[in-house]
C-alpha cells in the first residue's frame, strides 16, 4: 500500500472526504429549520448554471463553472422566495416550481451547446468523477514533501480543503446566534438577532459547499451528504454540539467506505470494473443512517411534553 | 381609558412638555397601531400606555389580537399604522430592556438543548459571538432556573419536559436577560396549579423590584388576584386602567359580545376565584 | 412550421406524440394538484428519484433471463416496485423516528439515487449494457416518443384520469379537510395511499419522456399555476389539468418543429410560462392584483383612523393619512378639516359606536363577528335594526 495507493487512492479518498464533511456540517442546521431540501433544489440548479457558464466562455474550466453554479444557486434562492411571497404558497412547491424550471432550462442548453460540437459531460456533473481524481505526479508517500509533486495535486483536493476551511470557521463564529435562531426564531429576533440574514447566510454556506463538491461528487450526492450524516447524527444524540461532531464521523465514515467498496468491491466480488464512487458514498451514508435509525439512542421523538 | 375610541397620536408630543419633576416614560406606549394579516385587520388603531412598575394583564377573546399586539411592539410583525415606544425609545434602543416570553408552542422542544442551553441563550446580549461560556455565567443561569424552582432539571433534555415545567424554563430564559420590561404571551395556558403559583410568584417579585410585567391573559377568574391593570382588547381597545375599575359587566360584555354569558360575568364579580 | 405542428399536421408520429404528451400533461396536473393540497408537493421528488433502482435492476434482470432489456414495461415495474419502497420507506421514517417529512423525503431521493447511479455503472461494464436508452432517464430522450411508448403512455394517462375521477370525492375532502374526513369515515391512511400510487404510475409514465427531474415539474407547476385562479378544491385540480395539458400539447407541438428541441424541457417551459403569466394577470391570487388590493386596503384603514381622529379633534402625525385626507378634500394640509371632512367624520364616529353597541350585545354575536374596522354597519343591519341600536347610544346621533 505504497506508491500505488498515494498516486491512485489517496487524493479522491481525501477530497470525498472533505466533500462529504463540508456538506455535512450546514446540513446539520439545515435540518433542524427543516430546510433539509433546499440542497435537493440548489443540486438541481447547478447543472443550468454551469451550463450557462459554458456558453458564456465557450471552455471547460472550473472556475467559470463554479461561479456559474454559485450564480444559479444565489438566482434560485432569490426566486424560491419571490414565488413563494407571490404565490403564496409553500416553501416545498416554491422550490419545486424553481429548480425544475431552471433544470429544463440546462437541459434545454445543452442541447444546443451539443449541437455546437464542443462536449459537456453531464453525467460528470450529476454524479462526479471522484476516481479520476488521482495524483499521477506521485511517487509514494514522501511525494507529500516534494514540492514539485504537489504542484500536480489535482486541483479539486485545495479547492475542497478552502471551501471546507470557509464553511466551519463560519459556522464556528456564526454557532450560538445559528442555534439560537433556529431554536426560537422570534426570541431571538427580540434579541437583535438579523434573523433573516442568519438564514439567508446558512444557505448560501450550504451554496457554496454544494459548488465546491460538485466537481467531485456530482451536485445529486451532494443531497445525500446534507441530509443522512446530520440525520443520522440526531438519532445519536440531544446535544447540538455532539451532533455536529457525530455527523462529521458519519461523513467522514461514508466517504472511506463509500470509496473502497465502489472500487474494491467488485474485485472483490469478482467482476472488472468498479462502480460509481460518489453513489456508493450516497449509498454507504444510508445505510448508516439506516443503522442508526434503528438503534439509535435518541432516534425516537421527544416523548413527555405534548407541544400544543 | 374611559374612551373606547382611539385616534392616531404621535408619541413625539409627549418629548416637548417640560415639567418641575419629569414623570418616569411609561414602560410600554403605543398609539394609533394597527396591524392586519391580509386585508383582514386584528389590531385596529390600538392606543396603550402602561407604566413602569405595574402588572398588566392584557385581555380578550381568541383572536382579538392580543398576541399580535404583543409581537407588534416587539416588531416581530410590521403594522400598518402606528408608534409604539418604550421607556420612551425606539425598540431598537430599548432591545436591552426588554424580555420575550412566548408561547410554548412557537417552538419545537425537539430541538437538542439542555434546560441550561436555553437559558444561557437569555445571556447572549453579553456572551456575544465569541466570548466563552465562563463558570459565572453559568451560576447565573442556574440562579434564574432555582427562581423559578428548575434547579434541578438543568441538563435535562427539554423534549423530556412538560408543559408547566417548558414555561418554566422560558420565564428562566427572560429572567437571566435582566430586563425592566417583561413581555408574556399566556404565561398560565395549560400549566400545572404548582407550576402557576410558582411564576406568578416569580412575577410579583419583578414587581416588587421596580419591574413591569405585561401578560396575555386568557383566565378572566384569575385577574383580580394576579394583575393590578388590566387591558382589554377586541381588535380596537375597550378599556383600560386598574382592574377594579375596569373589570365591570358592561367592558365585559363590549369586549366579549356574545360570548359570554350574564350569570358568568355576575359570578366572576361576586365571587373572587383565588388559585 | 409552428402552426401545423399545433393543429397536428407534422405527420402521424408526432401526433402520436403529442396526443401521448398531453394525456401525461393532463394526468400530472391533476394529480399533483392533490399532492399539493396536501402540501407535499416534493414528494414527487423522491418518487421520481427512487425510481432509478428500480429501473437498473429491471434491466439487469430481462437482460439476464435472455431478453433485451430495455422493455419498457419491465423496466415500469422495476420503477414502481423501488420507488414504492422509497415510500414506504419515508412513512417509516417519519412514523417511527424524529425526523421531520423533508428530512425524510430527501434522504430517501439522494439513496435511492446513488444506490441506482451505483447500478447504472455496474450495467455501463456488462456487455449488454446499452445503456444510452436507461440514461435517457435522467434527462428525457431527446428524440422523442417511439411510437410504442406514446401508446402505452396515453393509455396509462388515461387509466389514472380514470381513477382520479372514481376517487374524487374522498380525494379532495382528504386534501381539503383530513381530520374532518377521518371523523366522516373516510379511511385517510387508504386514500393517501391511493394518491402516492397515482403519483407512481404518472412518474413511471414520464420518465422515459421527460426524465426524472422534469415529471416533477408536471406534477408541481400546472397545481400551483391552477391554485393561483381559484379558492375551491375541485376546480383548481380541473385547471391544474387543463394547464398541465395545455403545456404538454404546446410544449410537443413546438419541440417537433425543430430537431435540437427536446420535448421534455420545452413542456417544462411552458408550464412556466403559464405560471408566470398566471401570477401577473389571475384575478383571485395573482401578484398583481394581490397588490392592488393591498394598497387600496391600506388607503381604507388610514382613511378611516383619520376620519375618526377628526371626529375626535385629536391631531393627525402620519403623514400617509394627511396626504390621503386632503387628497380626498376631506381635509386642508395641516390638518384641518373641510365641510365634506367633518360630515365624514361624525358619519365615522357614528358607526364606529354603532358597532360597539352591537358588539357589546350578547344577542347579537354572529353579527357583531363581521366587524372589522371598516365595513359600515348599513351593509349588516337593517334601517329599522340601527334606529333601534340608535336609541341606546349614549351620545346625540344626528348627524348635520
Not at chain 1, 462526479?128 to 506521485?138: K, Q, Y
Not at chain 3, 394526468?27 to 429501473?55: E, M, N, Q
Not at chain 3, 456487455?127 to 416518443?145: D, F, N, P
Not at chain 3, 415529471?215 to 393561483?228: D, S
Amino acid at each position: 500500500m505504497g506508491a500505488e495507493f498515494v498516486a491512485l487512492s489517496l487524493t479522491p479518498l481525501l477530497i470525498g472526504v472533505l466533500a462529504a464533511v463540508t456538506c455535512a456540517l450546514p446540513g446539520n442546521f439545515l435540518l433542524l429549520r427543516r430546510q433539509a431540501l433546499i440542497g435537493d433544489a440548489i443540486s438541481h440548479v447547478v447543472l443550468p448554471g454551469i451550463v450557462a457558464a459554458f456558453l458564456l466562455t465557450g471552455r471547460v474550466a472550473a472556475l467559470p463553472m463554479m461561479l456559474g453554479a454559485a450564480g444559479a444557486a444565489l438566482v434560485s434562492v432569490v426566486l424560491i422566495e419571490a414565488v413563494r411571497r407571490t404565490a403564496r404558497i409553500e416553501a416545498g412547491a416554491a422550490m419545486g416550481v424553481i429548480f425544475t424550471t431552471l433544470f429544463a432550462a440546462g437541459v434545454l442548453l445543452l442541447e444546443q451547446s451539443d449541437t455546437s460540437g464542443v462536449h459537456l459531460d453531464v453525467e460528470h456533473a450529476l454524479y462526479g468523477n471522484l476516481e479520476s481524481l488521482i495524483w499521477l505526479d506521485a511517487t509514494g508517500w514522501a511525494s507529500l514533501l516534494d514540492p514539485v509533486a504537489l504542484s500536480g495535486l489535482p486541483p479539486e483536493l485545495p479547492r475542497m480543503a478552502v471551501a471546507l476551511l470557509i464553511v466551519a470557521l463560519s459556522i464556528a463564529v456564526m454557532w450560538r446566534p445559528l442555534a439560537i435562531a433556529t431554536f426560537d426564531e422570534g426570541f431571538a429576533a427580540t434579541l437583535g438577532l438579523p434573523v433573516r440574514a442568519i438564514g439567508l447566510a446558512l444557505v448560501m454556506l450550504a451554496a457554496l459547499a454544494a459548488v465546491a463538491a460538485f466537481d467531485a461528487v456530482g451536485s445529486i450526492i451532494v443531497i445525500a451528504m446534507f441530509i443522512c450524516p446530520p440525520a443520522a447524527a440526531r438519532m445519536m444524540t440531544d446535544r447540538l454540539l455532539a451532533q455536529a461532531a457525530w455527523s462529521v464521523g458519519f461523513a467522514i465514515l461514508s466517504a472511506v467506505l463509500g470509496y473502497v467498496l465502489a472500487g474494491y468491491g467488485p474485485l472483490w466480488l469478482g467482476f472488472a470494473n468498479s462502480v460509481s464512487a460518489a453513489g456508493m458514498i450516497a449509498t454507504v451514508s444510508g445505510l448508516i443512517l439506516g443503522v442508526t435509525m434503528m438503534i439509535g439512542p435518541c432516534r425516537r421523538r421527544a416523548g413527555g411534553a405534548t407541544v400544543h | 381609558m374611559a374612551h373606547p375610541l382611539s385616534t392616531p397620536r404621535s408619541l413625539l408630543q409627549t418629548e416637548g412638555t417640560v415639567a418641575a419633576t419629569p414623570a418616569p416614560p411609561p414602560a410600554l406606549q403605543v398609539g394609533g397601531l394597527t396591524v392586519a394579516y391580509g386585508e383582514k385587520p386584528v389590531v385596529f388603531s390600538v392606543d396603550m400606555s402602561v407604566a413602569q412598575g405595574t402588572m398588566t394583564a392584557i385581555v380578550g377573546p381568541n383572536g382579538a389580537g392580543k398576541s399580535t399586539l404583543l409581537k407588534a411592539v416587539l416588531g416581530l410583525v410590521k403594522p400598518l399604522s402606528g408608534e409604539v415606544r418604550l421607556f420612551g425609545l425606539p425598540l431598537s434602543r430599548a432591545r436591552d430592556r426588554v424580555a420575550y416570553v412566548p408561547q410554548r408552542a412557537s417552538v419545537d422542544w425537539d430541538f437538542p438543548a439542555r434546560v441550561i442551553d436555553v437559558v444561557l441563550m437569555g445571556l447572549h446580549r453579553e456572551l456575544g459571538l465569541l466570548r466563552r461560556v465562563r463558570p459565572a455565567h453559568l451560576d447565573r443561569a442556574r440562579a434564574c432556573l432555582a427562581r423559578v424552582g428548575m434547579e434541578d432539571f438543568a441538563t435535562r433534555q427539554i423534549g423530556q419536559l412538560s408543559g408547566g415545567q417548558q414555561q418554566r424554563v422560558f420565564l428562566a430564559r427572560a429572567l437571566a436577560q435582566s430586563a425592566d420590561l417583561y413581555l408574556l404571551d399566556e404565561p398560565f395556558a395549560g400549566v400545572d396549579a404548582a407550576t402557576e403559583k410558582a411564576i406568578i410568584a416569580v412575577l410579583k417579585d419583578l414587581r416588587a423590584e421596580g419591574r413591569t410585567i405585561v401578560a396575555v391573559h386568557h383566565d378572566l377568574s384569575t385577574i383580580r388576584a394576579y394583575f393590578e391593570h388590566m387591558f382589554l382588547i377586541n381588535m380596537r381597545a375597550i378599556a383600560a386602567g386598574p382592574v377594579a375599575e375596569v373589570f365591570t359587566a358592561a367592558n365585559l360584555q363590549r369586549a366579549y359580545g356574545g360570548r359570554l354569558g350574564e350569570a358568568q360575568v355576575a359570578g366572576m364579580q361576586a365571587g373572587d376565584a383565588t388559585p | 412550421m409552428i402552426w401545423q405542428a399545433l393543429t397536428l399536421q407534422l405527420g402521424y408520429n408526432a401526433t402520436l406524440v403529442a396526443i401521448g404528451a398531453t394525456m401525461l400533461g393532463i394526468a400530472a396536473g391533476v394529480t399533483g394538484s392533490f399532492l399539493f393540497l396536501r402540501k407535499r408537493a416534493l414528494v414527487s421528488d423522491a418518487v421520481s428519484h427512487a425510481t432509478l433502482p428500480g429501473i437498473g435492476l429491471a434491466f439487469i434482470v430481462m437482460v439476464a433471463l435472455g431478453g433485451e432489456g430495455r422493455f419498457l414495461p419491465g423496466l415500469m415495474l422495476g420503477a414502481a416496485v423501488s420507488s414504492g419502497l422509497g415510500l414506504l420507506v419515508i412513512g417509516w421514517m417519519i412514523r417511527r423516528t424524529r425526523l421531520t417529512e423533508d428530512a425524510a423525503i430527501g434522504a430517501v431521493l439522494s439513496v435511492f439515487f446513488g444506490a441506482g447511479i451505483v447500478i447504472l455503472t455496474v450495467i455501463q461494464s456488462m456487455q449488454a449494457g446499452r445503456q444510452a436508452g436507461l440514461e435517457s432517464v435522467l434527462l428525457g430522450s431527446t428524440a422523442g416518443m417511439l411510437r410504442a411508448d406514446a401508446l402505452v403512455i396515453a393509455a396509462g394517462g388515461a387509466l389514472v384520469l380514470l381513477l382520479v375521477m372514481l376517487l374524487r370525492r374522498p380525494m379532495l375532502a382528504v386534501g381539503f379537510d383530513p381530520d374532518f374526513a377521518a371523523v366522516t369515515g373516510t379511511n385517510v391512511a387508504r386514500i393517501d395511499l391511493a394518491m402516492m400510487g397515482l403519483v407512481m404510475a404518472v412518474t413511471v409514465l414520464g420518465i422515459t419522456t421527460v426524465g426524472l427531474v422534469l415529471i416533477v415539474a408536471l406534477l408541481i407547476i400546472p397545481a400551483v399555476t391552477a391554485r393561483l385562479w381559484t379558492d375551491n378544491a375541485l376546480r383548481m385540480v380541473g385547471l391544474a389539468g387543463l394547464a398541465g395539458g395545455l403545456a404538454a400539447f404546446v410544449g410537443a407541438a413546438v419541440s417537433a418543429t425543430a430537431p435540437a428541441l427536446p420535448t421534455g424541457p420545452i413542456i417544462v417551459l411552458a408550464s412556466f410560462v403559464l405560471f408566470v403569466l398566471s401570477i401577473a394577470l389571475a384575478p383571485a391570487r395573482g401578484g398583481v392584483a394581490l397588490l392592488l388590493r393591498q394598497m387600496r386596503f391600506r388607503r381604507r384603514v388610514h382613511r378611516r383612523q383619520g376620519l375618526l381622529a377628526l371626529a375626535a379633534g385629536q391631531p393627525i402625525h402620519e403623514p400617509f393619512t394627511l396626504t390621503l385626507l386632503a387628497r380626498e378634500g376631506m381635509a386642508r394640509a395641516d390638518g384641518v378639516p373641510t365641510e365634506a371632512g367633518r360630515i365624514a367624520a361624525a358619519k365615522a364616529l357614528l358607526d364606529e359606536a354603532r358597532w360597539a353597541a352591537l358588539r357589546g350585545d350578547p344577542a347579537q354575536g354572529l353579527t357583531a363577528s363581521r366587524y372589522d374596522g371598516l365595513t359600515p354597519i348599513e351593509t349588516v343591519l337593517t334601517p329599522d335594526q340601527i334606529a333601534e341600536l340608535d336609541r341606546h347610544l349614549p351620545r346625540p346621533q344626528a348627524v348635520i
